[in-house]
């Protein structure tokens, strides 16, 4: 028996819808409708001229590579071992499992995509340089990316600030009012516990309300898993394996997300390829190649730089 508590959950990839793309550069377009404006006209008007058209806009991103090597040893290969059998296949296993948590991390990046060359390494933006429309800065000199476009990434600020009912009532608005219904919010797992604590008795927000059975034995609840705003219904989700890129290298932003509208690409599904064998052991590749679609950035909105 091995036992691992690496934690393995990650629930942005996991909500991103998939789909298949037959190149580097992947796109996709988005559309609005303009706000509701008077639109009254005379009977009999027989000046009649065409509305200016407004196109759909093209959005694109690149996949970017993703790639353990497994190397055994034939002797290590024949050797039964407890709890797991072969090594080779049971070191597949595992980084395949890492790898997953590689891409949460880089999904949440907060980076713009790069095209790469002979040295450098293709890069698909992350979440952050995608929202534009709806962003609020916990800190101060931060600012959102310069566009929807996933080409610039979004700017931290000097440092983070605790996190407060006030900002999160901000965000939510800004997405409403674009005309997004975002319904998660994914956060650090500090932050996690200070959005309990703005609504606990000790704290300063509103009290819990739950059902109190009035048998068994007592129970201390303190915790928020549901926030219901005036603009709908959030489930509150920690994420381990959030990116750290927030100001100090530590994971600072929230996320507001509508899941329908954040997809994966792929390009090459994750698989495992033989390499020459060159002596007493074997071999192979395990890789993926992978990009970040994001459909429609008005769906959606970051928190930035905050903490517990």
Not at 41 to 65: C, F
Not at 201 to 227: E, I
């Amino acid at each position: 028996m091995i036992y691992n508590i690496a934690p393995m959950d990650t629930p942005f990839l996991s909500g991103c819808s998939k789909t298949s793309v037959d190149n580097v550069y992947f796109q996709w377009q988005t559309d609005t409708i303009g706000t509701g404006a008077a639109n009254r006209k005379i009977e009999g008007d027989d000046n009649i001229t065409a509305n200016a058209r407004v196109s759909p806009v093209l959005l694109g991103n690149r996949t970017q590579i993703s790639q353990y090597v497994n190397q055994t040893s034939g002797t290590d290969q024949v050797m039964d071992y407890a709890g797991h059998g072969r090594n080779q296949a049971y070191q597949i296993a595992k980084n395949g499992k890492r790898m997953k948590r590689d891409m949460e991390f880089m999904l949440t990046n907060n980076v713009a995509q790069v095209a790469g060359d002979a040295t450098t390494a293709r890069v698909s933006a992350g979440i952050p340089a995608w929202l534009a429309s709806n962003h609020t800065d916990g800190g101060t000199g931060g600012s959102a990316s310069a566009g929807s476009l996933g080409t610039t990434a979004m700017v931290n600020a000097a440092g983070r600030a605790a996190i407060t009912e006030a900002n999160i009532k901000v965000v939510i608005k800004q997405c409403y009012d674009s005309g997004g219904s975002p319904d998660l919010i994914l956060c650090p797992s500090n932050v996690k516990q200070a959005i309990s604590g703005l609504s606990s008795n000790a704290g300063p927000g509103y009290p819990l309300r739950v059902a109190a059975s009035t048998s068994g034995q007592a129970t201390a609840v303190n915790a928020v898993d549901v926030y219901v705003s005036d603009f709908g219904t959030f489930r509150i989700v920690p994420d381990r394996n959030l990116a750290t890129d927030g100001p100090g290298d530590n994971a600072g932003n929230v996320f507001f997300l509508d899941m329908d509208y954040w997809s994966v690409a792929w390009l090459r599904p994750f698989q495992t390829v033989d390499l020459a064998k060159t002596g007493d052991s074997i071999k192979q590749l395990l890789l993926a190649e992978f990009g970040l679609i994001s459909k429609n950035e008005k769906s959606s909105g970051i928190l930035a730089s905050v903490q517990a």
